[in-house]
């Protein structure tokens, strides 16, 4: 005759084990559950993030620093760093004191 295979069902979480890990991603902090927006990373992007730098440093006609730029350009300080790194291959910035100024 076949023997009849047994198999072990995992037991079912206790009300209490699911009640504090219920308990514990409420209690989260709200930074961490902030929503981060994503940057498409390609050369398209990168030149039009690139151009939104150069007019924002452009009209300031002054050095100013990553976060002024991105307040100035409306984008975000991710965008700036990636039109800033366009920039600074094509050698178009300088840095000095931590602030960025047109070549």
Same mark, same amino acid.
């Given at each position: 005759?076949?023997?009849?295979? =047994?198999? #072990? +069902? $995992? %037991? &079912? @979480? *206790?009300?209490?084990?699911? /009640? !504090?890990? =219920?308990? #514990? +991603? $409420? %209690? &989260? @902090? *709200?930074?961490?559950?902030? /929503? !981060?927006? =994503? ?65």
């Amino acid at each position: 005759m076949a023997e009849k295979k =047994t198999t #072990k +069902k $995992a %037991a &079912a @979480p *206790k009300a209490e084990e699911v /009640k !504090k890990a =219920t308990v #514990k +991603k $409420a %209690a &989260a @902090p *709200k930074a961490a559950a902030a /929503k !981060k927006a =994503t940057i498409a990373v390609n050369v398209e992007n990168a030149g039009f993030k690139a151009g939104d730098v150069y007019q924002a440093l452009a009209a300031a006609e002054k050095a100013l620093t990553v976060k002024e730029i991105a307040k100035a350009a409306k984008i975000s300080e991710e965008e700036t760093l990636l039109g800033l790194g366009w920039l600074f291959k094509e050698g178009k910035l300088v840095a000095a004191d931590e602030k960025i100024t047109l070549a």
